[in-house]
């Protein structure tokens, strides 16, 4: 394991792998799906003893919709149902939950499920567990530029005062830092619009396990190895 100061404070994960991981079994998407929701709850649970405060998940992006009507119907039920059984556990565990993405396109209900769990942990002060729910991360930077555009419009922001230090304040991860470090799972290496503008600097490990097979002991692995690699941040170490 890492020393305490190099371990990341931020890790965002794209959990891919789900529909292959069921479907190597003779089962439908939605069955490796469910086994994904139930590996989140275990990563989520490890974070504190591996030293990671902030948690964001990638669960369903503005391209999904392009799945199957039975596939998306089937996610955004389970969306509901993970909601419904884990908010007091969540909550019990000082778990702080926010959702990150476009809501107006999702169903009333669960946005008033999201709603109600971003409430209830609030108060929280442990793991903060962001999940990134038809979310895109063009979609989030075209969002944020045109409430930057109404506020300068409105006289509330000199356009002389538009920077990399003001814009993200305008992002939906804004009360977040950024993140050290992005995960994938499944083998696949492309971000896949996720956290564009946040992940400037970050490592990026990828890896061939499929999501609901990363374990607590696969995930301190990789924190491992994050402890190794040498940040510049575009500086030259001397």
């Known amino acids: 394991m890492p020393k305490e100061s190099t371990r990341p404070e931020h890790v965002a994960i794209i959990m891919d792998g789900n529909g292959r991981w ?12 469910a086994a994904g929701a139930r590996r989140v709850k275990e990563i989520v649970r490890a974070c504190p003893d591996l030293g990671v405060r902030y948690l964001t998940i990638f669960a369903f ?4 919709w392009k799945r199957t009507q039975t596939e998306v119907a089937g996610l955004m039920r389970l969306f509901k149902r993970y909601i419904r059984r884990e908010a ?11 959702f990150i993405g476009d809501r107006v396109r999702l169903e009333p209900a669960l946005v008033d499920l ?40 409105m006289g509330k922001l000199d356009p002389r ?10 992002l939906d991860t804004h009360v977040l830092p950024d993140p050290d470090l992005v995960i994938r ?29 990363f374990s607590p002991e696969v995930f301190a692995q990789v924190i491992g ?10 500086a030259v170490m001397a």
């Not at 992006?61 to 999904?64: D, I, K, P, Q």
């Not at 556990?89 to 778990?95: I, K, Q, R, W």
Request: cysteine-free.
């Open 22 to 33: 069921a479907q190597m079994r003779g089962r439908p998407r939605l069955f490796g799906h």
């Open 161 to 170: 005062e538009v920077s990399d230090e003001t814009f993200p304040r305008y």
């Open 114 to 153: 999201m709603d109600g769990l971003e409430l209830m942990t609030a108060g929280n002060s442990g793991t903060n567990l962001t999940i990134a729910l038809n979310y895109g991360g063009r979609d989030e930077v075209t969002r944020a530029a045109r409430r930057l555009a109404h506020d300068v419009a």
């Open 61 to 64: 992006s503005t391209e999904n």
């Open 225 to 234: 190895r994050f402890g190794q690699r040498e940040r510049r941040f575009g």
């Open 88 to 98: 007091q556990a969540l909550f019990d565990e000082n778990v702080r939950v926010r």
């Open 185 to 213: 799972t499944s083998g696949e290496a492309r971000i896949s619009n996720f956290l564009l503008w946040q992940s400037a600097y970050a490592e990026y490990e990828f890896i061939d396990t499929l999501w609901p097979d």
